[in-house]
């Protein structure tokens, strides 16, 4: 186990970096948003996470919802090893919301707490922002009552089913109010 430490050390250590944001509020996630995505995830907390099949299909996912990328080989990680992976993910999402605000608005903007982190959710779960403009544009202009209409989430199965993420959406909902 102690083999199988070090080589994932190694290689979590030669991640690089996410590039540095335009605007960012924090250089830290607050350790409560981290345990929310952690629940979200539904991923219990054990002595060793190891690959297993995505529910959405697609790439094989260890840890907290990380998507395992061509080239990249796991066989365990402790559950100190998936929070650091996690939070490698989050901040590369947090990355992607603003290039995204970048890229679409042409500004750079101070977001608040909330729209950060309810932005940087929806970019590490989806991978992008881009299915939901009109979501995006009522955080980045606090219109609640619009975000409550456009936050729900859904994924089409390998077998082409749509299913909600009702147990997401609503935990969602709740933190952040809507």
Request: glycine fraction near 6%; aromatic fraction near 8%; hydrophobic fraction near 40%.
């Given at each position: 186990?102690?083999?199988?430490?070090?080589?994932?050390?190694?290689?979590?250590a030669?991640?690089?970096?996410?590039?540095?944001?335009?605007?960012?509020?924090?250089?830290?996630?607050?350790?409560?948003?981290?345990?929310?995505?952690?629940?979200?995830?539904?991923?219990?907390?054990?002595?060793?996470?190891?690959?297993?099949?995505?529910p959405?299909?697609?790439?094989?996912?260890?840890g907290?919802g990380?998507?395992?990328?061509?080239?990249?080989?796991?066989?365990a990680?402790?559950?100190?090893?998936?929070?650091?992976?996690?939070?490698?993910?989050?901040?590369?999402?947090?990355?992607?919301?603003?290039?995204?605000?970048?890229?679409?608005?042409?500004?750079?903007?101070?977001?608040?707490?909330?729209?950060?982190?309810?932005?940087?959710?929806?970019?590490?779960?989806l991978?992008?922002?881009?299915?939901?403009?009109?979501?995006?544009?009522a955080?980045?202009r606090?219109?609640?009552?619009?975000?409550?209409?456009?936050?729900?989430?859904s994924?089409?199965?390998?077998?082409?089913k749509r299913?909600?993420?009702d147990?997401?959406n609503?935990?969602?909902?709740?933190?952040?109010?809507?």
């Amino acid at each position: 186990m102690e083999g199988a430490r070090a080589i994932l050390e190694a290689v979590l250590a030669d991640l690089p970096p996410p590039p540095p944001a335009q605007v960012q509020t924090s250089t830290n996630f607050a350790p409560d948003f981290v345990a929310f995505v952690k629940n979200l995830e539904q991923a219990q907390r054990l002595a060793v996470h190891k690959p297993h099949k995505s529910p959405e299909g697609g790439a094989a996912t260890i840890g907290y919802g990380h998507k395992i990328k061509p080239g990249e080989k796991f066989t365990a990680l402790t559950d100190a090893q998936a929070t650091k992976l996690l939070t490698h993910d989050l901040e590369q999402a947090r990355q992607k919301v603003y290039d995204h605000i970048k890229r679409v608005y042409d500004l750079q903007l101070r977001l608040s707490r909330k729209q950060e982190e309810m932005l940087t959710e929806f970019a590490f779960n989806l991978g992008s922002l881009r299915a939901f403009p009109k979501f995006v544009d009522a955080v980045l202009r606090e219109d609640w009552a619009k975000a409550k209409q456009e936050y729900r989430r859904s994924y089409l199965t390998p077998e082409g089913k749509r299913l909600q993420l009702d147990r997401r959406n609503q935990l969602f909902a709740q933190r952040y109010g809507l």
